[in-house]
């Protein structure tokens, strides 16, 4: 069984820049996709960003802004949010799958001035 839990979200002036963190308890594999999702009020839940092994992946709304990555003895991934605006607000969840989703509870990340 995976438990992720999330952390780092808050409120950011457009520009601004936050750091999510995503803790992983219970053995995680790095051959196994683990990433980033958000979903906004009324929208359908999003990909963000992945990262397997040292491969990554980003959405196209994202890619260029946002950078993701892992720390293996801390059983952690980040993601590093630059260039933030208005319309990446949203709650981020992060995201892991080894035959089951498992998913966190999510973070609120607002953009605003």
């Known amino acids: 069984q995976v438990q992720l839990v999330e952390s780092g979200g808050g409120l950011v002036q457009p520009g601004g820049s936050l750091t999510l963190s995503c803790v992983a308890s219970?053995?995680?594999?790095?051959?196994?996709?683990m990433g980033w999702y958000r979903q906004a009020p009324g929208n359908q839940r999003e990909f963000v960003a992945s990262?397997?092994?040292?491969?990554?992946t980003y959405g196209n709304v994202v890619k260029g802004r946002f950078t993701i990555s892992r720390d293996d003895a801390k059983n952690t991934i980040y993601l590093q949010m630059n260039s933030l605006r208005p319309e990446d607000t949203a709650v981020y969840y992060c995201?892991?799958?080894?035959?089951?989703?498992?998913w966190g509870q999510g973070t609120q990340v607002t953009v605003s001035s």
């Open positions: 219970g053995r995680i594999f790095e051959a196994y996709p």
């Open positions: 990262i397997m092994r040292r491969t990554t």
């Open positions: 995201n892991y799958v080894k035959g089951s989703s498992y």
